[in-house]
């Protein structure tokens, strides 16, 4: 039975083969063909070259970032402002901030030197003023008299603002008023004076001019006040170095010898200024006491 059963398989399976192969294949249209995916039709996508390409470019960011509203209704109020505030780039603040190497140098002596000049020049000329005939008394120390028009004021002028003073050779000095009611002022002013203590006396040509003679001070007078003078000089001298000493221990980044290499030179440089001050101090009270002779 098995034997049979094969031999009909065999003769059933060529005959549906047979049969497969004469009969003709009938395609359907796909509309008749529900079973299979429906296909698109094709689109033609357009061809673009590289010279029609656009460039791409950065984001801007300030375009990006949303506007801030500002509580008094202007849109980007309180940004603007801080744009405008910080206005200048971080790179140059830097370079603004930092100080120029010349004036962080430690072993550069130059500010203090200046420093000493303008301190020589000042005193110099206070020292200047004690050689001359009239001593201490000059255009300057005359016009700086305070005066009053009313007893019950605390408002002064400067003499030098109501009127010109004027040397008339020697100890004499002229104070020509600009308005005759600077006049009476301008006496009571000058006799309430502890450097001057005198009447100034009207001239008789012209009533608005005044006349009035220095007395001349003593030579020991004149030797304390030169000597107090040079005195007051040493001692800003010496706290002008001082400053700059304290200022450079402050950098950190010096060494000992450093610190002592810079100690010696301003010690050297402080010698020499005093050095220049017991100099004129000789030649000031030499003169002094000559012109008393």
């Given at each position: 039975?098995?034997?049979?059963?094969?031999?009909?398989?065999?003769?059933r399976?060529?005959v549906?083969?047979?049969?497969?192969?004469?009969?003709?294949c009938i395609?359907?249209?796909?509309?008749?063909?529900?079973?299979?995916?429906?296909?698109l039709?094709?689109?033609?996508?357009?061809?673009r070259?590289?010279?029609h390409?656009?460039s791409?470019?950065k984001r801007?960011?300030?375009?990006?970032?949303?506007e801030?509203?500002?509580p008094?209704?202007?849109?980007?109020g309180?940004?603007s402002?801080k744009?405008?505030k910080?206005?200048?780039?971080?790179?140059?603040?830097?370079?603004?901030a930092?100080?120029?190497?010349?004036a962080?140098?430690?072993?550069n002596l130059?500010?203090?030197?200046a420093?000493f000049?303008?301190?020589?020049?000042?005193y110099?000329?206070?020292?200047?003023?004690?050689?001359?005939?009239?001593?201490?008394?000059?255009?300057?120390?005359?016009?700086?008299i305070?005066?009053?028009?009313?007893?019950?004021?605390?408002v002064?002028?400067?003499l030098?603002?109501?009127?010109?003073?004027?040397?008339?050779?020697?100890?004499?000095?002229?104070?020509?008023?600009?308005?005759?009611?600077?006049?009476?002022p301008?006496?009571?002013?000058?006799?309430?004076?502890?450097?001057f203590?005198?009447?100034?006396?009207?001239?008789?040509?012209?009533?608005?001019?005044?006349?009035m003679?220095?007395?001349?001070e003593?030579?020991?007078?004149?030797?304390?006040?030169a000597?107090?003078?040079?005195t007051e000089?040493r001692?800003?001298l010496?706290?002008e170095?001082?400053?700059h000493?304290?200022?450079?221990?402050k950098?950190?980044?010096l060494?000992?010898?450093d610190?002592?290499?810079?100690?010696?030179?301003?010690?050297?440089l402080?010698?020499?200024?005093?050095?220049?001050?017991?100099?004129?101090?000789k030649?000031?009270v030499?003169a002094?006491?000559s012109?008393?002779?």
């Amino acid at each position: 039975m098995n034997s049979l059963r094969v031999a009909n398989s065999l003769v059933r399976s060529n005959v549906t083969a047979a049969v497969l192969r004469t009969t003709p294949c009938i395609l359907l249209p796909q509309a008749q063909r529900p079973w299979l995916p429906q296909q698109l039709p094709q689109q033609t996508l357009p061809v673009r070259s590289f010279s029609h390409s656009p460039s791409l470019s950065k984001r801007n960011r300030k375009e990006e970032e949303p506007e801030e509203d500002d509580p008094r209704g202007k849109k980007g109020g309180k940004k603007s402002n801080k744009k405008e505030k910080g206005g200048a780039p971080a790179q140059q603040q830097q370079q603004e901030a930092q100080p120029s190497a010349a004036a962080e140098d430690p072993f550069n002596l130059d500010p203090l030197i200046a420093l000493f000049q303008k301190t020589e020049s000042h005193y110099t000329s206070q020292l200047a003023l004690l050689r001359s005939p009239t001593g201490r008394f000059n255009v300057e120390s005359i016009g700086a008299i305070p005066v009053s028009f009313d007893k019950k004021s605390t408002v002064t002028y400067r003499l030098q603002e109501l009127a010109t003073v004027a040397p008339l050779g020697g100890r004499r000095w002229s104070i020509l008023a600009f308005e005759e009611a600077s006049v009476k002022p301008i006496i009571s002013a000058v006799l309430k004076s502890p450097d001057f203590n005198q009447q100034p006396q009207r001239n008789e040509e012209n009533p608005l001019e005044l006349t009035m003679t220095v007395e001349p001070e003593k030579v020991d007078d004149l030797v304390k006040r030169a000597k107090d003078l040079c005195t007051e000089w040493r001692n800003k001298l010496r706290d002008e170095t001082h400053k700059h000493e304290t200022h450079v221990k402050k950098n950190k980044s010096l060494l000992k010898d450093d610190l002592f290499k810079i100690k010696e030179a301003l010690k050297k440089l402080q010698d020499e200024r005093m050095k220049v001050v017991a100099n004129k101090e000789k030649e000031v009270v030499a003169a002094i006491q000559s012109k008393a002779k």
